[in-house]
């Protein structure tokens, strides 16, 4: 087999590229606006109520219709996976993995249509969705490889009259849920993982982005994975919360999303349930306040580029983006200067167009809720740029820049979860860390700075889980940056990284009497 590679992007500065975009597009915006079902064990099934979804950069625009689904629908949907378990988990781990590869092959084939998707149903730029379609192909590939290596453990030390070997075998049924704002690559990681694990799967996607979840299922129906295996149910998050979470044949929860759902998943599922025979499993990832820090001794273009693209790219919609710029006092003037004349170029508009940086925020909370924190942030600090909605038909927000804001303001402790920046001025750079540490978060942080003394010292003192120097904190790649973070940014699962699968696992150890 070969090594794992990450997949490469596509270059939209290629002529020939960009017609090919622009063709998916055309066929993708044809096909909008179709009724999609459950998916129970291979069943198509429909719910009593649906709802729909919308194109953030063209509000009137359906994506698609979806099933809402009920207490029973999720009952039964819990109960399928149960039984399938009891086969699915005997497959042997190659044979597992090598659907995820065969999946893998499908969104290659298919990947400008996928990109096409995301641009239509959460607003994200041609580079970022197609970026996304990498990031999932990355994660087949990876996990797939993973559990043929989990698949053959090290030798255990012997003693002389026994023979003992550990295996790593499956869980049960897990219960996914991922957000919508890496909708392919992040449920496609949390799903393959799980079930390359031996595990079968209950999907429950958000439904800001129930459409990705449904092309997901096509691949795997694609790729004939067996029914069962991977189930879909869209509906409202409490009945994820309520129903799949605390169902007592449930064995673990992956979870990607905010904090307050986190948390109370994680309190869900701590409730032992009768008939429950086990401690359920939660894997949660959540919200970040991420920070930049630029020092005195900082490449200050190159500090300008890395904390644009990682606050303004995808709409600041990223766990990992930068919202917070702590720039030492010495440069902070001249930084500031460099970073808003880049800030001002980026074009906000409807990213079906490629000349559009920045697309509509994801639905219309999220742009009230941008709105509320822009107008706390103006009275908390100095509007460099940006502050308010830009013109069109999406929830559009200018890239906003704040500047001279405390560390204890709203706008620098609360995640915003839009194109906010909030810039905050430091002594030096020990008073820089102190601040990159000071919220209940801990997921992405990078620090520009020359001087390999500070860089040493914030290898050992900034307390984030993905830690970059010199470069943009957004943009972990599968494998090379195994991503996720500490306190109430999550369990730390590092996906994409050699010890995700664990999760999934459990151990078995077995001794024979030889003699
Ligand atoms: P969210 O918490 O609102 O929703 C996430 C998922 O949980 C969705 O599928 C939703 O339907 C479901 N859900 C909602 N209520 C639920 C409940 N009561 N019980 C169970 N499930 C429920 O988050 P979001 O808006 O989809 O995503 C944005 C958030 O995700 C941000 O906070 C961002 O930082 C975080 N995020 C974190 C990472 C990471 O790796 N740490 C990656 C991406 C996004």
Redesign the pocket.
């Known amino acids: 087999m070969r090594k794992f590679k990450n997949q490469s992007y596509t270059d939209f500065t290629k002529g020939e590229n960009r017609k090919a975009m622009e063709d998916a597009i055309a066929k993708v915006e044809s096909g909008l606006g179709k009724e999609y079902d459950l998916i129970i064990g291979g069943e198509r099934v429909k719910a009593k109520d649906t709802f729909k979804s919308y194109n953030p950069s063209n509000k009137g625009q359906l994506i698609g219709i979806f099933q809402k689904a009920d207490a029973n629908l999720a009952n039964r949907v819990i109960e399928t996976a149960y039984k399938v378990f009891e086969t699915w988990k005997f497959v042997l781990p190659e044979e597992r993995s090598r659907y995820l590869f065969k999946a893998a092959e499908v969104m290659r084939r298919r990947r400008l249509e996928l990109a096409a998707w995301m641009v239509f149903e959460v607003g994200k730029s041609w580079a970022e969705a197609d970026a996304d379609v990498a990031e999932a192909i990355d994660f087949l590939e990876f996990y797939g490889r993973e559990m043929i290596r989990y698949g053959s453990p090290p030798a255990l030390p012997q003693i002389p009259t026994e023979k003992s070997e550990l295996e790593y075998i499956p869980l049960g049924v897990g219960?996914i849920?991922?957000?919508?704002?890496?909708p392919l690559a992040?449920l496609c990681g949390m799903t393959s993982a799980a079930f390359v694990c031996g595990n079968t799967v209950v999907l429950?996607?958000?439904?800001?982005?129930p459409c990705i979840a449904a092309k997901f299922m096509e691949i795997l129906e694609e790729v004939n994975l067996p029914a069962g295996v991977v189930n879909l149910l869209t509906g409202?998050?409490?009945?994820?919360?309520?129903i799949?979470?605390a169902h007592p044949k449930a064995r673990f929860?992956a979870?990607?999303?905010?904090?307050?759902?986190?948390l109370?998943?994680n309190e869900?599922a701590a409730i032992h349930r009768l008939g429950q025979i086990w401690i359920k499993r939660v894997i949660a990832?959540?919200?970040?306040k991420d920070a930049i820090i630029v020092d005195s001794e900082a490449d200050l273009d190159s500090a300008a580029v890395g904390v644009m693209s990682s606050a303004f790219g995808y709409q600041g919609?990223?766990?990992?983006?930068c919202s917070r710029a702590i720039v030492v006092e010495d440069v902070y003037d001249e930084f500031l200067e460099k970073l808003i004349s880049k800030v001002k170029t980026i074009k906000v508009g409807d990213v079906k167009d490629y000349g559009n940086y920045m697309g509509g925020v994801?639905n219309e909370n999220?742009y009230n809720s941008i709105l509320k924190y822009i107008k706390i942030g103006k009275k908390e600090g100095r509007l460099l740029c940006g502050g308010e909605v830009a013109q069109g038909d999406g929830y559009f927000i200018k890239p906003t820049v704040i500047a001279d804001v405390d560390s204890k303001s709203t706008i620098v402790q609360e995640?915003i979860?839009g194109p906010v920046l909030a810039v905050l001025k430091a002594k030096d750079f020990d008073d820089a860390i102190k601040i990159g540490n000071d919220t209940i978060y801990g997921?992405t942080g990078s620090v520009y700075t020359k001087n390999r003394a500070k860089i040493k010292k914030a290898k050992k003192v900034f307390h984030v889980?993905n830690l970059y120097f010199n470069r943009k904190c957004t943009g972990a790649l599968v494998g090379s940056h195994p991503?996720?973070?500490f306190n109430m940014?999550?369990t730390d699962s590092k996906?994409g990284g050699s010890d995700y699968l664990l999760l999934f696992l459990q151990a078995k150890a077995i001794s024979e009497k030889v003699s």
């Open positions: 219960i849920i991922p957000p919508w704002n890496f992040i429950k996607p958000s439904s800001d982005a409202p998050g409490a009945i994820a919360g309520e799949l979470v929860i979870f990607t999303g905010s904090m307050e759902v986190g109370r998943i869900v990832e959540m919200g970040g919609e990223k766990c990992s983006a994801i999220a995640e979860f997921l889980g991503f996720g973070g940014s999550g996906a």
